[in-house]
C-alpha cells in the first residue's frame, strides 16, 4: 500500500463561519429590498438596517454582538464594514410607534407582492408574535 502525503499551504484569504449570508444578501439584492425602505429610511439608516438583519440571520442575540460580528470579514463585507453596538442602539431610538407601524405596513406589503408574483394560493395564515391572523 502507497503512501500518501498531503501538503499544507497558507493563504491570505479569511474564513468565516457566516458562509450562508452570501445567499441572504443575493436574496436582498434580488428583492429590491432597498428601494422599498427608500420610502420610509434614509440611505445611511437603511444601511444599519441591513447590518441588523444581517445580524439576526447570524444569531445576534444584542446589539454588543455587532461589535464581534464586526471581526468576521465576510459580515463586513456583506454590511459594508456593519455598525458599532452604540451607532445602533441610537439607531433604534430614533423610531416612534407611527414609525415602526409604517416599517411593518411596508415590510408585510413587500411580502404578500413576493408571494403573489410567485403565483401561491391565496390563502395562508400570517404568525405575529405566535398569534395567527388569517
Not at 497558507?10 to 450562508?20: M, V
Amino acid at each position: 500500500m502507497g503512501n500518501k502525503f498531503v501538503s499544507l499551504e497558507s493563504i491570505h484569504k479569511d474564513f468565516s463561519s457566516f458562509g450562508g449570508i452570501k445567499i441572504y444578501d443575493q436574496m436582498y439584492n434580488l428583492l429590491n429590498i432597498e428601494s422599498h425602505l427608500s420610502s420610509l429610511l434614509t440611505k445611511p439608516q437603511i444601511k444599519k438596517y441591513k447590518t441588523l438583519l444581517f445580524s439576526f440571520i447570524c444569531g445576534a442575540d444584542c446589539l454588543d454582538d455587532l461589535d464581534w460580528l464586526r471581526l468576521d470579514s465576510l459580515f463586513c463585507n456583506v454590511t459594508n464594514n456593519g455598525i458599532a453596538s452604540t451607532t445602533a442602539g441610537e439607531f433604534l431610538r430614533l423610531f416612534n410607534i407611527q414609525s415602526i407601524e409604517e416599517l411593518e405596513q411596508l415590510l408585510i406589503s413587500v411580502s404578500l407582492n413576493q408571494r403573489r408574483s410567485l403565483k401561491y394560493d391565496n390563502k395562508f395564515e400570517l404568525s405575529i408574535d405566535s398569534t395567527p391572523h388569517i
